[in-house]
């Protein structure tokens, strides 16, 4: 069955300290996977891609995220937190045609003065 | 550039009654998308289309209609209003292969 599975509904870390959100997918989804962000009462922004070119995906405002073939995981990572940070993240597989995307179910991550 | 347009921006309906949501994209995508977003369940699919004409079923259907007339715009249609139905609606538009773009949302609430 198609999934993407994001591990922690929410994440809490200070200011300044390394950000992780997890996300595992089935591998159907390779080779196109997504993060995106949304601010509260926002629409959806795309942080990064990954399409079979490098592993290591940097997206924008500091995020990056590592393709893993072997452990099916596209972890994002930022070395340090922003309060603006603060937002719902949503891990994204594509397959194309009437699958669509389909969506995790969310990372609320809290940034912590 | 506008991008994919979604109107309008805010809803309230009384059940029973119905209501198009319109989408326009002005990338030249053949690909449309309208998903919802429920609390703790992330974005799912409702309805696709492939291209001008043709549209499939997505993973909730139910209680929705699609219209596709040509390549820019894709309706959601609601021909009668449940509480259940209340959500946020997302129309996103994608060329193959790559990210999804996104209208900024329908935020629906049935009383």
């Known amino acids: 069955a198609q999934s993407v599975t994001q591990l922690d509904s929410h994440v809490s870390v200070s200011e300044g300290t390394p950000v992780l959100l997890r996300c595992n997918y089935s591998?159907?989804?390779?080779?196109?996977l997504f993060w995106y962000v949304q601010h509260p009462n926002k629409g959806l922004q795309l942080l990064l891609k990954?399409?079979?070119?490098?592993?290591l995906v940097k997206g924008i405002n500091g995020f990056e995220a590592e393709f893993k073939k072997s452990e099916t995981s596209f972890h994002l990572t930022k070395p340090s937190a922003h309060m603006s940070d603060a937002a719902e993240y949503f891990c994204?597989?594509?397959?194309?045609?009437?699958?669509?995307?389909?969506f995790g179910k969310g990372t609320h991550l809290i940034i912590q003065p | 550039n506008a991008g994919v347009t979604q109107t309008p921006k805010f809803q309230v309906l009384k059940t029973g009654q119905s209501m198009t949501l319109q989408c326009a994209q002005d990338?030249?995508?053949?690909?449309m998308y309208w998903y919802r977003q429920d609390p703790g369940m992330g974005l799912r699919l409702i309805y696709y289309?492939?291209?001008?004409?043709?549209?499939d079923k997505g993973e909730v259907p139910n209680g929705y209609n699609v219209s596709r007339l040509n390549k820019r715009e894709f309706s959601l249609r609601l021909e009668s209003a449940a509480p259940s139905q209340t959500s946020v609606y997302f129309c996103?538009?994608?060329?193959?292969?790559?990210?999804?773009?996104f209208g900024q949302g329908t935020r629906l609430t049935v009383v």
């Open positions: 994204v597989g594509h397959r194309g045609g009437a699958d669509g995307l389909t």
């Open positions: 591998s159907s989804y390779s080779p196109s």
């Open positions: 990954y399409t079979s070119a490098a592993t």
């Open positions: 990338m030249n995508h053949n690909s």
């Open positions: 289309s492939a291209s001008e004409g043709t549209t």
């Open positions: 996103a538009s994608n060329p193959p292969n790559t990210e999804a773009f």
